[in-house]
């Protein structure tokens, strides 16, 4: 794929595991353990997408999406927000133009098919 992807999710052991099966399939992959480090992890790079977790202790991911929308040179970027709560809500209120939703847990497989399709 050649793509560059950012995994944002204070669950160590998910970022990892998406990350080597992100990595399998050619692409490279920048991680944060929360919005704030993927805020700085953002300034310094541009992704072709962000796979962030909704709910993280510091800055949930549709607050980072709002941040990210609200930054001319990130504005574009393609967000792949993951849920483990069970609440349609998440779906419809807060997701903005680029941005994308799925629920936890996912396959790998169908994770690996959303990137495809996101990425085209």
Do not use: W
């Amino acid at each position: 794929m050649n793509k560059t992807i950012l995994i944002v999710d204070d669950e160590p052991d998910l970022v990892e595991l998406v990350g080597e099966m992100l990595a399998r399939a050619g692409c490279v992959i920048l991680k944060a353990g929360s919005g704030e480090e993927a805020l700085r992890v953002l300034a310094e790079n541009k992704p072709d997408l962000i796979i962030a977790d909704i709910t993280m202790p510091d800055m949930g991911g549709l607050e980072l999406a709002q941040k990210i929308r609200a930054d001319a040179r990130l504005a574009k970027t393609p967000m792949l927000l993951l849920s483990g709560m069970i609440n349609e809500d998440h779906e419809a209120s807060g997701l903005q133009e680029g941005d994308f939703y799925m629920s936890k847990p996912v396959s790998n497989s169908k994770l690996l098919q959303k990137v495809k399709d996101i990425l085209g």
